[in-house]
């Protein structure tokens, strides 16, 4: 992948977002693939959310950091400098999650605002944002991430819960729709969407039948640290690995686990 430029981190910060595409080799993808589907296990407990259809959403999430492969991603220079610079300075690990949409079942994302979810979790400022890492290809038939385009402008707005997951105020959401264009974020296993914790965005349930699995990173400004204890941490240095260690890491994995 080529290096982010600067022309990229303006477009973050015009339009809330920005995808690098092929952050992820073809190589690295099909090892995570192979893991996590082998055992999605290794991220923690899988939760189980509910749209308003009644349809399912999979998600195991993670708060700490281990010698694994998601880690490595997490921790890569390719996922750290770029944020770091899209939050204006150092930045730490607030949690990582795949979000697995199955075929068929897969549930949709209500329209939301992360930064509407972590300010209760007392983060005083929306300096936080998320890579979003395709696992498998992210089409419009099987549910890939919608977004307003510019509406991380807005700051953040109201959300209340809807079904099992908080949602963000509709009549503004309405509006936004009418001022600011809806993208589908369509990517291919290994695009890598960094997107701002204010910007609006949603997803379709999976009636298509191919799975849609994401990896989701998110971090925290370290001059962020919340300002009371929550489920997702407080500050603490995040160690940066070269990011030849996201190969290593999978092979390695893959080999305990007997897949290769
Ligand atoms: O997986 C998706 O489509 C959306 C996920 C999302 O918005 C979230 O986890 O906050």
Request: glycine share 8%.
């Amino acid at each position: 992948m080529a290096a982010f430029t600067d022309a990229d981190f303006e477009a973050f910060e015009r339009d809330g977002y920005v995808v690098a595409r092929g952050l992820f080799s073809a190589e690295e993808m099909r090892l995570l693939h192979l893991v996590g589907k082998a055992d999605a296990g290794l991220l923690g407990d899988t939760l189980d959310r509910h749209d308003t259809s009644g349809h399912v959403t999979r998600l195991a999430l993670r708060n700490d950091l281990r010698d694994d492969l998601y880690s490595a991603i997490v921790r890569s220079e390719r996922m750290v400098r770029p944020m770091e610079r899209m939050l204006g300075g150092e930045v730490y690990h607030y949690h990582h999650k795949m979000n697995m949409k199955e075929p068929k079942v897969g549930g949709a994302w209500e329209w939301h605002q992360d930064y509407g979810y972590w300010y209760d979790n007392g983060c005083l400022f929306p300096y936080m944002a998320s890579a979003m890492i395709a696992v498998d290809e992210a089409t419009i038939e099987n549910g890939c991430l919608q977004v307003i385009k510019g509406s991380h402008h807005m700051g953040r707005i109201e959300h209340g819960v809807v079904a099992d997951q908080t949602g963000a105020d509709m009549e503004r959401v309405n509006q936004a729709l009418k001022q600011m264009e809806l993208v589908h974020v369509t990517m291919q296993p290994g695009d890598t969407l960094f997107f701002h914790s204010n910007l609006l965005h949603r997803s379709d349930a999976n009636l298509s039948d191919k799975p849609r699995w994401v990896l989701i990173c998110c971090y925290n400004a370290a001059r962020n640290d919340p300002y009371k204890v929550h489920h997702h941490p407080n500050y603490t240095p995040l160690e940066v690995w070269p990011d030849e260690r996201v190969l290593e890491a999978g092979q390695r994995q893959a080999k305990e686990l007997q897949l290769v």
